[in-house]
């Protein structure tokens, strides 16, 4: 799955956001964090192989571990996001729990 406009932007608002690409301050990463749980929130979905492959060839990240980690907090935050949407699908209207 290619990555929508919406996501690229993100990326780039990433990137822009890190100042030194070899490593990730706290607040960085919970600013990242936040630009993910934005997107996975407005039902944008990414593929991570593309996320990892757009950092790889953005030309700023030289370093490895800041781009695996931009990578895993993504994948956490679709994981999470995918799992509560599931419960979050029967409103308590729609039960018939014995009623």
């Known amino acids: 799955m290619p990555l929508t406009n919406p996501v690229i932007i993100k990326l780039n608002e990433i990137s822009t956001l890190v100042e ?5 301050s706290e607040s960085e990463i919970e600013e990242i964090k936040l630009i993910f749980k934005g997107l996975v929130e407005q039902n944008e979905r990414y593929d991570l192989d593309e996320i990892e492959f757009w950092f790889e060839n953005e030309g700023h990240w030289t370093t490895k ?3 695996v980690r931009i990578v895993n907090m993504a994948n ?18 729609d039960c018939s729990c014995g009623n």
């Open 65 to 67: 571990e800041p781009r």
């Open 76 to 93: 956490y935050i679709q994981d999470k996001y995918q799992q509560t949407a599931h419960l979050r699908i029967i409103s308590d209207d």
């Open 20 to 24: 030194d690409k070899s490593k990730l």
